[in-house]
C-alpha cells in the first residue's frame, strides 16, 4: 500500500504482512502475489494451515522463535510458500515482528531462491558469474537493510495509512489501516475494517457527495482519489478537515484497489477560511470607504453648485446691472470714468465667467450632473465630451433606453467608463473607439456589459503587471466590489487592401466589463432620459 510507500508495491522482493498468530496475510504488494499466484483479495481470505495454500508456518516457525523470545529484532534464513496450483515455492526470507493495530504482524520479505538458476556453463563463466553476483549483493545490502523502515514510517506516519478495496460485486474493504486512525479518526484500526461504512457516516452530509464522485472518478478513470472535507469525529466532539489522497490500481477478479493516506488539515483550512473572511472583510471596508467617497464628491459638488455658484451667479448679476446704468449715466463724472468704469466691470464679469465655469468643471469631475439621468445617458455624454477635447471619434452603440441600476454602482461603472478613456488618451495612440453597452442573462440572472474597443497600439501583456498601474488596478478592483469581472487584451487582426490580399496588422486593447444588475435606489429611468433629451445636457445651463 502506499501507505507502505509505492516501493514496496514494485519491489522485486516479496513483501508481506502477516498476522504472527494465524499467519493471515494483511497484506501483500505485487511480487507475493506473483510469487503465490494469488490475487491480493485471495490473500487475506486464506487461512494457511497445514498443507493449506500460502505460507507454509512449519518453515517459518524455526525462524520466529528469536524474534518472540526478543534475541533478535531480524532473523533470515530458508522457507516455502505453498503455490495455488499446489506446488512449492523455496525463498529466503528475512522476518521482523512489527506491533500492528492491536495484533502482532510479521513483516516477511522474500526472494525467489531458483530465480537465478541457468544450464551448465563452463567453469570460467560461472566463477566470472559468481563475482559478478557477489559485488550486485554488496551494493544492494544498504537497500535490503532499508526494506524494513517503510513499515516504521506507516506507525510513525502523522496521516492514517490504508488500504481500500471496492470490489467488482460492488462491495467494499479496507484490509489495512494504520495505527493512526485513532488519532485521526478517533476510532480503533478494527472497528473500521470490520465496517468501512463508517467512514462515510463520520463524513458532513454536505460533503458526502464530493466524496462519493471523487472516488467514481478515480476508479472510472484510475488517477489519483484527491479529496478534502469535513468529519464529524464524536470523541473530541468537533469537526475536522481531512485530506484524502490514494492511489488506485485495478486487479483482475477483485476490483479497484487504492493505497494511500488520510491527513488532518483542520489548522491549515481554518488558516485558509481565516484568510478568506479577512480578505472578504478587506474588500467590505474598500467598498465602503469607496462609496463614502463618492458620496462626500457628490456632497461637495452640490455644495460648490448651490452655494459658490449660486453667490458667483448674484455677482455677475449685479455687474451686469451696473454695467447697463453706468452707461446710462448722465453725470459729468461718470462720463469722464465711463469707460475705465465700464472696462473694470469687464474685467471682474469676465473673472467670474472664468470662475463659473471653474465651479462647473470641478463639480462635474466630483459627480457629472448627467448622472441623474441615468448610465446611458452619461457614458454617451462623456463619450461626446472625449470625442470633442481631444478630437478622437468615439461610437457608443446601445439598444436600450436606459439600464436601471443602483446609484452606486452606476457611479463606479462611470468612473470605469472613464479610467478606460483616460488610458487611452494616454497610453493608445488611437484613432478612433468604439464603445457598446447592454445587458444579457446568464444563468437566470441579467448582467451588464460594457466594452470599449480602440484601434491604438494595443497593450502588452507586461503591461498589465506593471506595478505602478493603479489605473488599471483601480478599474479591476471595482468591478470585483460589484461583484463583477473586468478584463482587458490586446487585440491584433489583419487590414484587408482592395485586391483582398493581407495588408499591414491593426492592433488595439479591449476592456470588458460585466457585472450582476441588482435594480434599486438612484437610476434613472425613461422619463428622465426623455427629460435630458429635450433639455439637452445640464451642464451647459
Not at 327 to 335: H, K, L
Not at 346 to 356: A, E, F, K, L, W
Request: charged share 25%; net charge neutral; aromatic share 6%.
Amino acid at each position: 500500500m502506499s501507505a507502505i510507500p509505492p516501493a514496496l508495491s514494485t519491489l522485486d522482493a516479496a513483501v508481506c504482512l502477516v498476522d504472527a498468530r494465524t499467519f493471515a496475510c494483511e497484506y501483500s504488494n505485487e511480487t507475493a502475489q506473483r510469487y503465490l499466484q494469488y490475487s491480493s483479495a485471495e490473500l487475506n481470505q486464506l487461512k494457511p494451515r497445514g498443507n493449506a495454500p500460502g505460507f507454509v508456518a512449519d518453515s517459518l516457525l524455526p525462524l520466529m522463535a528469536p524474534l518472540h523470545s526478543g534475541e533478535k529484532e531480524e532473523a533470515e534464513g530458508p522457507a516455502r510458500f505453498r503455490r495455488k496450483d499446489g506446488t512449492l515455492l523455496s525463498v529466503a526470507v528475512r522476518l521482523s515482528l512489527w506491533q500492528g493495530a492491536g495484533k502482532p504482524l510479521l513483516i516477511v520479505v522474500a526472494r525467489d531462491i531458483n530465480a537465478g538458476l541457468a544450464p551448465a556453463e563452463p567453469e570460467g563463466a560461472r566463477k566470472g558469474r559468481k563475482e559478478s553476483a557477489r559485488g550486485e549483493a554488496t551494493r544492494e545490502e544498504p537497500s535490503r537493510t532499508a526494506k524494513v523502515y517503510p513499515i516504521e514510517i506507516v506507525a510513525n506516519s502523522p496521516g492514517m495509512v490504508f488500504q481500500y478495496v471496492l470490489h467488482e460485486g460492488g462491495g467494499h474493504s479496507m484490509p489495512f489501516v494504520s495505527d493512526q486512525c485513532v488519532n485521526v479518526l478517533g476510532m480503533a484500526g478494527e472497528q473500521l475494517q470490520a465496517n468501512p461504512s463508517v467512514l462515510l457516516t463520520l463524513v458532513l452530509p454536505e460533503d458526502r457527495q464530493s466524496l462519493r464522485r471523487s472516488r467514481a472518478d478515480s476508479a472510472a478513470s484510475l488517477t489519483t482519489w484527491d479529496w478534502e472535507g469535513r468529519l464529524w469525529i464524536k470523541s473530541y466532539h468537533d469537526v475536522k478537515w481531512v485530506s484524502l489522497r490514494a492511489s488506485p490500481r485495478r486487479e483482475e477478479g477483485t476490483g479497484i484497489i487504492w493505497e494511500g493516506i488520510i491527513i488532518n488539515v483542520t489548522r491549515s483550512r481554518r488558516r485558509e477560511i481565516e484568510l478568506e473572511e479577512s480578505h472578504e472583510r478587506l474588500k467590505e471596508v474598500s467598498s465602503h470607504i469607496m462609496a463614502a467617497r463618492e458620496h462626500e464628491r457628490i456632497r461637495i459638488a452640490q455644495e460648490i453648485h448651490d452655494d459658490l455658484g449660486g453667490n458667483l451667479t448674484a455677482i455677475k448679476i449685479d455687474l451686469d446691472w451696473l454695467a447697463r446704468h453706468i452707461d446710462r449715466g448722465n453725470s459729468a463724472a461718470i462720463m469722464a470714468d465711463g469707460p475705465a468704469l465700464l472696462e473694470k466691470v469687464g474685467t471682474v464679469s469676465r473673472m467670474v465667467d472664468r470662475t463659473i465655469n471653474s465651479i462647473q468643471r470641478i463639480s462635474r469631475d466630483l459627480r457629472p450632473g448627467i448622472m441623474d439621468f441615468g448610465i446611458v445617458a452619461a457614458i454617451e455624454w462623456e463619450a461626446r465630451e472625449f470625442a470633442k477635447r481631444l478630437g478622437i471619434a468615439c461610437t457608443v452603440a446601445c439598444a436600450e433606453q436606459d439600464i436601471e441600476l443602483e446609484q452606486d454602482v452606476a457611479v463606479a461603472v462611470f468612473r470605469i467608463f472613464q479610467e478606460s478613456l483616460t488610458n487611452i488618451s494616454k497610453h493608445a495612440r488611437a484613432s478612433r473607439v468604439w464603445v457598446s453597452l447592454g445587458t444579457f442573462r446568464e444563468q437566470g440572472r441579467e448582467q451588464l456589459e460594457l466594452e470599449v474597443r480602440d484601434n491604438g497600439a494595443g497593450i502588452m501583456p507586461s503591461d498589465l503587471m506593471k506595478l505602478n498601474s493603479f489605473g488599471i488596478r483601480g478599474m479591476v478592483e471595482r468591478a470585483s466590489f460589484l461583484g463583477g469581472k473586468l478584463t482587458i487584451s490586446a487585440d491584433e487582426k489583419q487590414k484587408r487592401n482592395r485586391e483582398g490580399q493581407d495588408a499591414e496588422a491593426e492592433r488595439g486593447t479591449t476592456m470588458r466589463l460585466s457585472i450582476p444588475i441588482v435594480p434599486g435606489r438612484g437610476s434613472g429611468s425613461p422619463a428622465a432620459t426623455e427629460s435630458f433629451s429635450a433639455r439637452g445636457n445640464p451642464q451647459e445651463q
